[in-house]
């Protein structure tokens, strides 16, 4: 079973429109989690980081669920410059050794005017 | 500005050839990490090094070979022994330490091609 799990898309939706991106992950001791964002022939980028209580960031709300490992990307009002490739990313140390990312395959989104 | 060099944008390697490709940070992070990314698909772990003069091996790490003589310098080398070396490959670092929630931040990519 691969470590971080994400629907790959493509969603395609209009301007204005909300959507939800959801990434599962297989390991419960996985420790930090993030979204990365990732344009077309780019690197990532990141896009913000994801606490246990949920967080916000101007249109971007994301959440953790550690009972059912489970993350979710929530973009509200989208603008054409959010269309991308969105990546769930998971962290997980081994005792006293720095860990390591996993990367889910990453969600398409493509925003139409 | 801080930031992840990599160098070159662009890499042609010829059969049988070891070609390198270099990164390096100002950003006076610990750790240093190689991925590879095919077309449609997700990163994969080639190497990745804590500290100076020490590293391990990702999930790919077979044909690739790496270094870490500076705090600042991860280079990777691209053996010949690796039989599909087309990719875009990517160089990250993180402050690394005992914290948990250290992201990390990427260079521009390299994409390698065989001529």
């Known amino acids: 079973r691969k470590e971080v799990e994400q629907d790959p898309g493509p969603f395609n939706v209009p301007e204005g429109a909300t959507v939800a991106f959801n990434c599962t992950y297989s390991?419960?001791?996985?420790?930090?989690f993030f979204w990365y964002r990732q344009d077309c022939r780019k690197e990532p980028k990141l896009l913000m980081s994801v606490y246990s209580s949920g967080n916000e960031d101007g249109r971007f709300t994301a959440q953790l669920n550690r009972a059912s490992q489970y993350i979710s990307l929530l973009i509200r009002d989208s603008k054409l410059s959010d269309s991308a490739t969105y990546l769930c990313?998971?962290?997980?140390?081994?005792?006293?050794?720095?860990?390591?990312?996993?990367f889910g395959r990453g969600t398409q989104l493509t925003v139409w005017p | 500005d801080g930031g992840i060099t990599q160098s070159p944008k662009y890499l042609f390697r010829k059969e049988g050839q070891n070609v390198t490709l270099s990164c390096e940070q100002n950003?006076?992070?610990?750790?240093m990490y190689w991925y590879r990314q095919d077309p449609g698909q997700g990163l994969r772990l080639i190497y990745y090094s804590q500290i100076v003069n020490d590293f391990q091996k990702g999930d790919i790490a077979e044909g690739y070979s790496v270094s870490r003589e500076k705090k600042e310098s991860f280079p990777l080398t691209v053996t010949s022994a690796q039989k599909n070396p087309t990719a875009f490959y990517l160089c990250a670092s993180s402050m690394g330490g005992s914290s948990v929630n250290q992201p990390q931040h990427f260079g521009d990519g390299t994409r390698l091609s065989i001529l």
């Open positions: 390991n419960s001791a996985s420790q930090s």
């Open positions: 990313v998971v962290n997980r140390n081994r005792g006293s050794t720095l860990g390591r990312l996993y």
């Open positions: 950003l006076n992070h610990d750790a």
